[in-house]
């Protein structure tokens, strides 16, 4: 029987680097990537088999269409399907990724093997497990860099986004596994604990492609969405909560946002970390199933909690506005503006919004259209070359 590796994710554990690298790099003729067009697959397959509203960050125009999400779980089911038939035609093992899948509910997970099933195709699933208290730092950071993209008057000042993932099921480890083990069989699961210090040169990409037999050249490893650090999370926060409303052009919006964040993680910083307090509320209920989780990841989970406390960290909601001086001389530098009189409060994070907002629009206008365009017109000719 033929072969589909589908990659679930976790959430935060270099789901980007490997769909850029299985979408830009993948030459092993053994095996297709397929995402419909995209880089990240997640808009596909969760489209497939939703119920429900869409969720937003999958589509952002649309997204209360109900017939216009019909119409495309139609044509992924139509896409999809012809490319698991040529991939059986080929004798390839096509690779899918959604981290979204993460997430699937039972009724989700027996479409998809029921698709698979009327092409006579068995799933392979890849499964990075995060530690909690990294996911959770990881995860904040991550709406933290997204959530100005689309800035708009409406969304400034409002409640700090929470810590808690807004699925609870991302965090219920056991729960997760066992649903997946009792579909798809244990046999045909993959699962690797998120720790870089475990992987081949620290690179989960080069970890992915030798657990599913890809053969990938290392200069076609691809970094993507890497972190930052604790004052461009704070310098962000900031921006999100007092900054100028933002373009409506999505493509260069998005683009100005990617250089920004590419600006701020050339800033010399210290890692973003949250203090115990913050977390341990979250992560205690889950706590019991470390035990599970060893024996059937056959590593250690344990994870010291307190580790960075006493290190640079956030321990209230108050700390996001309070900066430290070297990141507020280099923003200053680099906006060539004055420093702000005092480095915590408020005011200061107002006078910071305004110097991230000259940072954002730093390189000239025709510059972020054309890179933006560079950018879409290189994953428009890997999807003509390679059909991905």
């Not at 899918?96 to 997430?103: H, K, N, P, Q």
């Not at 479409?111 to 990881?138: D, H, M």
Request: charged share 25%; with cysteine; net charge positive.
């Amino acid at each position: 029987m033929n072969r589909c590796v589908l990659h679930i994710g976790m959430p935060k554990t270099g789901t980007s680097s490997i769909q850029d690298t299985l979408y830009f790099g993948l030459k092993d003729p053994r095996f297709s990537y397929y995402s419909a067009g995209e880089v990240n697959g997640s808009r596909m397959l969760w489209t497939l088999y939703s119920k429900e509203k869409l969720p937003f960050h999958l589509w952002r125009k649309n997204v209360d269409n109900v017939q216009y999400a019909r119409k495309q779980q139609v044509r992924y089911q139509r896409l999809l399907t012809r490319q698991l038939k040529h991939a059986n035609l080929q004798h390839r093992t096509l690779i899918l990724s959604g981290e979204d899948s993460w997430v699937w509910d039972e009724d989700q997970i027996k479409q998809f093997i029921e698709l698979l099933s009327t092409e006579k195709t068995k799933a392979q699933i890849i499964a990075y497990i995060r530690p909690w208290k990294g996911f959770l730092e990881s995860n904040f950071q991550q709406i933290i860099k997204g959530r100005t993209v689309f800035l708009q008057r409406d969304t400034r000042g409002t409640a700090p986004p929470p810590l808690k993932p807004n699925d609870p099921r991302k965090i219920d480890y056991r729960s997760r596994i066992e649903t997946l083990d009792a579909h798809f069989g244990n046999g045909n699961l993959i699962l690797r604990k998120f720790d870089p210090k475990d992987f081949q040169d620290g690179c989960v990409v080069q970890d992915f492609c030798k657990q599913i037999g890809v053969s990938i050249a290392s200069h076609s490893i691809r970094r993507s969405n890497d972190s930052i650090g604790l004052n461009a999370v704070r310098m962000l926060y900031a921006y999100k909560s007092f900054g100028q409303e933002e373009t409506r052009i999505r493509e260069l919006a998005t683009w100005q946002h990617f250089q920004l964040t590419l600006a701020l993680g050339d800033m010399p910083d210290t890692p973003f970390r949250l203090h115990s307090e913050m977390t341990n509320p979250i992560i205690e209920p889950y706590l019991t199933q470390i035990p599970w989780l060893e024996d059937r990841l056959g590593v250690s989970f344990q994870e010291d909690f307190e580790k960075h406390d006493n290190s640079p960290c956030i321990r209230t909601w108050e700390d996001f506005f309070r900066f430290e001086e070297p990141s507020l001389r280099w923003l200053a530098k680099h906006t060539k503006c004055n420093m702000p009189s005092s480095l915590h409060g408020e005011q200061t994070a107002k006078e910071v919004a305004k110097m991230i907002h000259i940072l954002r629009h730093r390189l000239p206008l025709v510059m972020n259209t054309a890179m933006s365009i560079k950018r879409r017109g290189e994953r428009a000719w890997i999807r003509w070359l390679y059909g991905r």
